[in-house]
Structure formats: structure tokens, C-alpha cells
């Protein structure tokens, strides 16, 4: 029995990130990407969890899914199925730290100078600092020029909300979902890019060794290595979520 699948894309990124491991997912036509807020007009600018979980909420149209999550997509995926453990049969996180910045207990994450040299330029100057985000996307994969290229146009075609994209980073920065990892109880798969420049690859090693009934896979690339496609990742990215969507 195939399952519809919920692509949810990353923090400053707009949905069509995702749309090559969509068309690879989309043979029965059912997967669909949401957006973040913060790229397109939206009501009000400010934004916590909860409402984030609300507006996920909204756009799942059919339960249960199987929800794909990019770095902060991968966040809100395993806190919504966390507290909806009814409507979610699969958790996927693609580059998502449960710990995206370092602290004592979870070494294995940005260090808070670095996230706050990046917070102060999103305040300064947010279009250079999406197309420094493009970059430290692009790092490590195979066609890391032609993507960084690719990112940039991609950011390009849509109108930022400054307010909103701080809003989300602050969620992001002090994001700590372990307990909600501990929570889920459906088959989870986390995957990470060995040369991420942005989630740092041994994580990968603690989570096995925290959330041993999570599945644990690490591909060639960086923070979108799902988009590597000279190295076929896409296609092995797309063959784990079918089979979980799959199951029973």
C-alpha cells in the first residue's frame, strides 16, 4: 500500500528545492512540497512552533503521510509527529540536526558563534546572506557550481520577508527536539551529507547511538546532497522513502 508523501522544505529555501526528489517519489502522483514561511507574502511575521505545526497541519490534505523533511522541514516533521502520531506512518530528515546549534550535551552541531555571525548578517543584509546560504548549501556535492548557480536563481524568483526568515532562524537556532526523536514511534529514517558544511556528519554516529531504532544512512554531498544527482543520490534518497511508504 503506497502512502501520500509530504515534502517539507528547509529554512530560506523556496519549495522547488525539493521538486527533483518529488518527481522521483511522484510516480502515483502523490507527493506534494510545502514551504516554509518567509519566502511568499503571509499574514503577520511572526512564527513559533506551534503555529508552524498548525500550518503544516494544514496542507496535509490526507493522513496518514509520510512526511520528508529538509534540515528545519526535518525539525517540524518529527515535532508534528510527535504530537500526531495518528496521522504520521513515516518520518524522513534530510540534513536536520535535533540540536542545530552547539550545546553542552550535543557537541555535534554549529557552533553559537558561527550561528550568530550569521544571524547579525540576515539582520544587515538579508540577499547576501541567502546567497551565502546558497553557497554553504551547494559545498560538498559533485555539481556544487552548477547548484550554487541554480540555488541563487531559485532564491532570486521570490520576494523575502526579513522578519519572518529571523523569526524561523531563532526557532532554528534554539531548536532541541531530542525528547520528540525519542517520542515518534513510526519508522524513521535520518539522512545526512558527509561533507555537510552547515550540520556536521558526525552526528549522524550520535544519533545511532541515542535513537538506535532509527534508521541511519550518510550519502556523498553536502547540506543538499539529495540534489546530487551526477552521484544517483536523489534516486537512493527516493528508493528509502518508497519502501517506507511501503510497509505493512
Known amino acids: 500500500m503506497s502512502l501520500p508523501i509530504v515534502l517539507i522544505s528547509g529554512w530560506g529555501m523556496p519549495a522547488t528545492v525539493l521538486e527533483p526528489l518529488a518527481q522521483e517519489l511522484d510516480g502515483d502522483g502523490r507527493a506534494c512540497v510545502v514551504q516554509l514561511p518567509g519566502l511568499v507574502s503571509e499574514p503577520g511575521t511572526r512564527y513559533d512552533w506551534q503555529e508552524l505545526l498548525n500550518y503544516l497541519d494544514l496542507h496535509l490534505l490526507?493522513?496518514?503521510?509520510?512526511?520528508?523533511?529538509?534540515?528545519?522541514?526535518?525539525?517540524?516533521?518529527?515535532?508534528?509527529?510527535?504530537?500526531?502520531?495518528?496521522k504520521v506512518a513515516g518520518v524522513v530528515t534530510l540534513g536536520t540536526n535535533p540540536c542545530f546549534v552547539r550545546n553542552d550535551d550535543w557537541p555535534q552541531a554549529m557552533l553559537p558563534a558561527t550561528f550568530s555571525s550569521f544571524y547579525a548578517g540576515m539582520e544587515e543584509d538579508p540577499q547576501a546572506t541567502i546567497q551565502q546560504f546558497s553557497m554553504l548549501c551547494s559545498m560538498g556535492n559533485s555539481n556544487q557550481k552548477t547548484l550554487m548557480r541554480e540555488l541563487d536563481v531559485l532564491t532570486g524568483d521570490v520576494d523575502l520577508e526579513p522578519a519572518i526568515l529571523l523569526g524561523m532562524l531563532k526557532l532554528l537556532g534554539e531548536s532541541n527536539v531530542r525528547s520528540q526523536f525519542s517520542d515518534l514511534r513510526c519508522p524513521v529514517i535520518h539522512c545526512f551529507g558527509r561533507q555537510d558544511a552547515l550540520v556536521p556528519v558526525d552526528v549522524a554516529e550520535r544519533i545511532e547511538q541515542d535513537f538506535p531504532a532509527h534508521a541511519v544512512n550518510v550519502f556523498n554531498g553536502g547540506h543538499t546532497f539529495f540534489l546530487d544527482n551526477e552521484t544517483g543520490i536523489t534516486r537512493q534518497v527516493a528508493e528509502l522513502?518508497?519502501?517506507l511508504c511501503t510497509r505493512g
Open 241 to 243: 522513502v518508497t519502501r
Open 62 to 86: 490526507e493522513t496518514p503521510v509520510v512526511l520528508v523533511g529538509w534540515s528545519l522541514g526535518g525539525t517540524l516533521a518529527a515535532l508534528y509527529a510527535s504530537q500526531n502520531p495518528d
